[in-house]
T-cell receptor
Framework: GAGVSQTPSNKVTEKGKYVELRCDPI?????LYWYRQSLGQGPEFLIY????????DSGLPNDRFFAVRPEGSVSTLKIQRTERGDSAVYLCASSERGLSEQFFGPGTRLTVL | DAKTTQPNSMESNEEEPVHLPCNHS???????IHWYRQLPSQGPEYVIH???SNVNNRMASLAIAEDRKSSTLILHRATLRDAAVYYCILRDGIQGAQKLVFGQGTRLTINP
């Protein structure tokens, strides 16, 4: 079956611009996660949704980052006033429920010039 | 989540077994040991997990020390496709910290 998909695969933007990154989880998975990965580092947790609500947003670095999942399926990570330090690969994962195996998408590589 | 310690890198030869160690001396009684791996330019993928007993699946085996302070991921016959970064992660099965806390992992190189 279809796995987790993320769009776009690459995004290049200029400092100060707004970006949206999309995640399509595996159908029927109630849990959805966002992580980001800087070069040479392991993925770092950003936010976790259970259904439509953000159950844990403790990893969002500041208020420029926001994520939504309005219908409990597709999620969008939104970054305002991008900074060069936001450059990273943003990974999305989904799971059947909170503690089960997480399935990751291929990621969106964000480059802020 | 309790912390894990892994070697930064390891190297092995194709078709030989590989033993990837992980230390987790502060593991609690309800922590499960999970392993994920990340192939180049891909997202991480689940490999295996266990609590106390050794576990086997089609990808690998997980050997857990009796005191649970360490574990070893075993790839029985490495292929070039197994070259990846391997992450050992603890997850609380009761409190339910749903997020995965990744460390630096072990970069495994497989020589042909």
């Amino acid at each position: 079956g279809a796995g987790v998909s993320q769009t776009p695969s690459n995004k290049v933007t200029e400092k100060g611009k707004y970006v949206e990154l999309r995640c399509d989880p595996i159908s029927g998975h109630t849990a959805l996660y966002w992580y980001r990965q800087s070069l040479g580092q392991g993925p770092e947790f950003l936010i976790y949704f259970q259904g439509t609500g953000a159950a844990d947003d403790s990893g969002l670095p500041n208020d420029r980052f926001f994520a939504v999942r309005p219908e409990g399926s597709v999620s969008t990570l939104k970054i305002q006033r991008t900074e060069r330090g936001d450059s990273a690969v943003y990974l999305c994962a989904s799971s059947e429920r909170g503690l089960s195996e997480q399935f990751f998408g291929p990621g969106t590589r964000l480059t802020v010039l | 989540d309790a912390k894990t310690t892994q070697p930064n890198s390891m190297e092995s030869n194709e078709e030989e077994p590989v033993h990837l160690p992980c230390n987790h001396s502060t593991i609690s009684g309800t922590d499960y040991i999970h392993w994920y791996r990340q192939l180049p330019s891909q997202g991480p993928e689940y490999v295996i997990h266990g609590l106390t007993s050794n576990v086997n699946n089609r990808m690998a085996s997980l050997a857990i020390a009796e005191d649970r302070k360490s574990s070893t991921l075993i790839l029985h016959r490495a292929t070039l496709r197994d070259a990846a970064v391997y992450y050992c992660i603890l997850r609380d099965g009761i409190q339910g910290a749903q997020k995965l806390v990744f460390g630096q992992g072990t970069r495994l190189t497989i020589n042909p």
